[in-house]
């Protein structure tokens, strides 16, 4: 079982990093140039240990009041179904309800919508494409 962290230092920051690292620039082919943006700063991330070794990450934004923003939520492949993406999910919904925040937005891989639909997100909209990836907008109500 995981652990899942706030970050709250600079090395965790960089573990998130690294699991970002891995799974979107080397797995997925996903530009650095994107997957690092202005966002960095202002977002809250986590991180899923497992024995002190980073296995997940995730952040989380406000980008409009009480509007929560989940992104690039990330597990290492050799680590995926095992529920540490729930796991994530659950301590970022947490820490948005902690903030007041009424409802999250995701933009989903369309690989991963249905594991987002398990955990109560509803699709919106069409088919978009993101970093060269098709993706779908989904949202979930907290309150």
């Known amino acids: 079982m995981a652990e899942v962290r706030e970050?709250?230092?600079d090395a965790q920051r960089a573990d998130a990093f690294d699991v970002r690292q891995t799974v979107f620039v080397?797995?997925?082919?996903?530009?650095?140039?994107?997957?690092?943006d202005e966002h960095e700063d202002e977002?809250?991330?986590?991180?899923?240990?497992?024995?002190?070794?980073?296995?997940?990450?995730a952040?989380?934004?406000?980008?409009?009041?009480?509007l929560g923003k989940v992104e690039?939520?990330?597990?290492?492949?050799?680590?995926?179904?095992?529920g540490i993406g729930r796991e994530l999910m659950a301590a970022v919904e947490d820490a948005a309800r902690d903030?007041?925040?009424?409802?999250?937005?995701?933009?989903?891989?369309?690989?991963?919508a249905a594991f987002y639909r398990r955990l109560g997100y509803e699709r919106r909209?069409?088919?978009f494409e993101?970093?060269?990836?098709?993706?779908?907008?989904?949202?979930?109500?907290l309150e």
């Open 59 to 66: 952040r989380l934004r406000e980008p409009n009041p009480g």
């Open 7 to 9: 970050v709250d230092s």
């Open 72 to 82: 690039r939520v990330a597990v290492l492949e050799s680590r995926r179904e095992e």
């Open 99 to 112: 903030r007041d925040l009424t409802e999250l937005k995701l933009h989903s891989q369309t690989r991963a």
């Open 26 to 36: 080397e797995e997925q082919g996903v530009d650095e140039a994107i997957e690092y």
């Open 130 to 141: 993101e970093a060269g990836i098709p993706h779908v907008e989904m949202r979930k109500s």
């Open 43 to 57: 977002a809250v991330h986590f991180v899923a240990y497992d024995d002190g070794q980073p296995i997940g990450a």
């Open 125 to 127: 909209g069409e088919e």
